[in-house]
Protein backbone atom coordinates (compact mmCIF):
# COMPACT_ATOMS: atom_id res chain seq x y z
CA UNK A 1 0.00 0.00 0.00
CA UNK A 2 1.54 3.47 -1.14
CA UNK A 3 1.88 5.94 1.43
CA UNK A 4 2.79 9.94 1.13
CA UNK A 5 3.84 12.05 3.53
CA UNK A 6 3.94 15.68 3.08
CA UNK A 7 6.13 17.96 5.45
CA UNK A 8 7.80 21.49 4.83
CA UNK A 9 4.29 23.60 5.27
CA UNK A 10 4.51 26.55 7.47
CA UNK A 11 3.62 30.28 7.90
CA UNK A 12 5.51 32.94 5.74
CA UNK A 13 5.14 36.58 4.58
CA UNK A 14 3.76 37.19 0.86
CA UNK A 15 7.48 37.14 -0.87
CA UNK A 16 8.99 34.88 0.78
CA UNK A 17 9.80 30.65 0.64
CA UNK A 18 9.14 27.41 1.58
CA UNK A 19 9.84 23.94 0.18
CA UNK A 20 7.47 21.30 0.54
CA UNK A 21 8.53 17.46 0.36
CA UNK A 22 6.35 14.19 -0.01
CA UNK A 23 8.09 11.09 1.18
CA UNK A 24 6.86 7.60 -0.48
CA UNK A 25 6.77 4.30 0.58
CA UNK A 26 4.78 0.89 -0.22
CA UNK A 27 5.33 1.97 -4.11
CA UNK A 28 6.88 -1.14 -6.68
CA UNK A 29 5.57 0.77 -9.68
CA UNK A 30 8.65 2.18 -11.43
CA UNK A 31 6.39 4.26 -14.13
CA UNK A 32 4.26 6.55 -11.89
CA UNK A 33 2.82 10.18 -11.77
CA UNK A 34 2.84 12.45 -8.80
CA UNK A 35 1.77 15.78 -7.98
CA UNK A 36 1.01 18.01 -5.58
CA UNK A 37 -2.66 19.76 -5.20
CA UNK A 38 -4.02 22.60 -2.96
CA UNK A 39 -6.99 23.75 -1.21
CA UNK A 40 -8.15 26.58 0.36
CA UNK A 41 -11.32 26.79 2.62
CA UNK A 42 -13.81 27.18 0.69
CA UNK A 43 -12.60 26.69 -2.92
CA UNK A 44 -12.54 23.54 -4.81
CA UNK A 45 -9.15 21.65 -5.13
CA UNK A 46 -6.07 23.38 -7.41
CA UNK A 47 -3.67 21.81 -9.64
CA UNK A 48 -0.34 23.17 -8.67
CA UNK A 49 2.00 20.53 -10.47
CA UNK A 50 3.05 16.95 -11.59
CA UNK A 51 5.99 15.29 -12.74
CA UNK A 52 6.44 11.78 -14.02
CA UNK A 53 9.23 9.26 -13.94
CA UNK A 54 11.28 10.75 -16.41
CA UNK A 55 10.89 14.37 -14.67
CA UNK A 56 8.79 15.33 -16.82
CA UNK A 57 6.27 18.73 -15.00
CA UNK A 58 3.49 20.58 -15.86
CA UNK A 59 2.70 23.69 -13.62
CA UNK A 60 -0.69 25.47 -12.97
CA UNK A 61 -1.03 28.75 -14.27
CA UNK A 62 -0.92 30.77 -10.87
CA UNK A 63 2.38 29.04 -9.98
CA UNK A 64 3.94 28.93 -13.00
CA UNK A 65 8.23 30.63 -12.67
CA UNK A 66 7.85 30.77 -8.93
CA UNK A 67 7.13 27.13 -7.97
CA UNK A 68 10.04 24.31 -8.68
CA UNK A 69 9.08 20.72 -8.95
CA UNK A 70 12.18 18.11 -8.73
CA UNK A 71 12.26 14.92 -7.33
CA UNK A 72 15.22 12.02 -5.96
CA UNK A 73 14.11 9.11 -7.05
CA UNK A 74 16.64 7.22 -5.00
CA UNK A 75 15.09 8.65 -1.51
CA UNK A 76 11.53 8.08 -2.89
CA UNK A 77 10.91 11.90 -2.36
CA UNK A 78 8.92 14.70 -4.33
CA UNK A 79 9.92 18.62 -3.49
CA UNK A 80 8.00 22.05 -4.20
CA UNK A 81 9.92 24.88 -3.89
CA UNK A 82 7.96 28.03 -3.75
CA UNK A 83 9.02 31.27 -4.17
CA UNK A 84 7.89 34.69 -3.87
CA UNK A 85 4.98 33.19 -2.05
CA UNK A 86 1.03 35.37 -2.05
CA UNK A 87 -1.43 35.24 -0.14
CA UNK A 88 -3.59 33.43 -2.78
CA UNK A 89 -0.89 30.43 -2.44
CA UNK A 90 -2.63 29.71 1.15
CA UNK A 91 -4.32 26.51 1.46
CA UNK A 92 -3.75 22.85 2.61
CA UNK A 93 -1.36 21.19 0.46
CA UNK A 94 -1.40 17.59 -0.66
CA UNK A 95 0.78 15.41 -3.05
CA UNK A 96 -0.77 12.43 -4.61
CA UNK A 97 0.53 9.62 -6.68
CA UNK A 98 -0.99 7.30 -9.14
CA UNK A 99 0.81 4.62 -12.04
CA UNK A 100 1.07 5.08 -15.23
CA UNK A 101 3.32 4.54 -17.86
CA UNK A 102 3.69 7.64 -20.00
CA UNK A 103 3.79 11.13 -19.44
CA UNK A 104 0.77 11.82 -21.72
CA UNK A 105 -1.08 9.46 -19.33
CA UNK A 106 0.29 11.49 -16.49
CA UNK A 107 -1.08 14.75 -17.77
CA UNK A 108 -4.37 13.64 -18.70
CA UNK A 109 -4.90 11.68 -15.15
CA UNK A 110 -7.73 13.09 -13.29
CA UNK A 111 -7.86 9.81 -10.33
CA UNK A 112 -4.65 10.29 -8.04
CA UNK A 113 -5.27 6.79 -6.08
CA UNK A 114 -2.82 7.47 -3.08
CA UNK A 115 -3.00 10.80 -1.10
CA UNK A 116 -1.08 12.25 1.72
CA UNK A 117 -2.73 13.96 5.02
CA UNK A 118 -1.67 17.38 3.54
CA UNK A 119 0.59 20.43 5.14
CA UNK A 120 -0.72 23.62 5.97
CA UNK A 121 0.69 26.95 3.82
CA UNK A 122 -0.26 30.09 5.20
CA UNK A 123 0.99 33.47 3.63
CA UNK A 124 0.17 36.38 4.82
CA UNK A 125 0.01 39.86 2.99
Known amino acids: QVQLVESGGGSVQSGGSLRLSCAAS????????MGWFRQAPGKEREEVAR???????RYGENVKGRFVLSQDVSASTMYLQMDNLKPEDTGMYYC???????????????????WGQGTQVTVSS
Open 51 to 57: IDRFNNT
Open 26 to 33: GYSDSSYC
Open 96 to 114: AAVGVSTWQACISEVNFGA
